[in-house]
């Protein structure tokens, strides 16, 4: 940092991160961040859900984090919650899956079926 306008923008781009994490009361995304998750994958899973909300500018969505969701062979896992409807959960989700998510299921309305952990285990069987 060179400068205090510096240091001001970057706190003005941290918090604006940060309230996109814990604003929003319509639209809730949990990541499974324990270890199983991580090493599958979840911080850039989580990176782009929080991209996506602030490049979207969405102040009805909160995205969050969790420990172990118990389906380590689906890491990573992500819940989304939306007001009215019943919890979605995914599975195997990557960065690109994560955007899809958002733009389809938590713009749009419309669930990712082929991620959803049921039809992720209907298929390895």
Do not use: W
Not at 36 to 43: D, L, N, Q, T, V
Not at 45 to 60: G, H, I, S, W, Y
Not at 89 to 109: D, F, L, Q, S
């Amino acid at each position: 940092m060179k400068s205090l306008k510096e240091l001001e923008e970057i706190r003005n781009r941290v918090q604006k991160q940060m309230d996109t994490r814990k604003t929003g009361s319509g639209t809730r995304i949990v990541v499974g961040m324990a270890t199983c998750g991580i090493s599958a994958g979840a911080r850039p899973v989580l990176k782009a859900f929080m991209d996506e909300a602030a490049a979207r500018e969405l102040t009805n969505v909160e995205i969050g984090q969790t420990g172990c969701v118990g389906l380590c062979s689906l890491e990573p896992i992500v819940e989304v919650y939306k007001s009215g409807d019943n919890k979605v959960t995914y599975g195997k989700v990557t960065p690109e899956v994560a955007r899809r998510i958002m733009a389809e299921h938590i713009v749009n309305g419309n669930v990712v079926n082929e991620y959803t952990v049921g039809s992720l285990e209907q298929n390895n069987n």
